[in-house]
């Protein structure tokens, strides 16, 4: 059994994030590499663009979420469920900000993003839950 306390080995650094979420990454760039192969084969490049950026903006935004948990982590400390909700909530509408921003730059195509965004944080939630059902199925 392992101990909840124990801090995870090493200083939380951008690289080693990246590094750890090779999978996700992956995924992101097939996502990215289907957008133009599908939807450029239509004539659509603005759209397939748009859809890989907003790929590309769920990417960043997970990344982003496991670097902010691995700093927390390490830190040992536990953050309020305030603090939880402030980084969040920063987070989030920074990302809000961005998509929507880009979105209305490139209408209609934009719509594209708001889609790809959408997708890719589907699939990310589901990668991220299917590993952590298993754990919790087998003890």
Known sequence: MTDPTAQPPGKPSIWRVVRDQRKIELVGLGMVVASFWIVGQLGEWRLAGCIAGGVLLGL???LAT???LLKTISSGEQPSRNQMIAATIVRLTLLTVVALGIAVMFWPDGIG????????RLIALVMTTIPLLKELKNP
């Open 60 to 62: 960043v935004n997970h």
């Open 113 to 120: 993003l708001l889609l790809g965004l959408a997708i890719f």
């Open 66 to 68: 496991e670097f902010w």
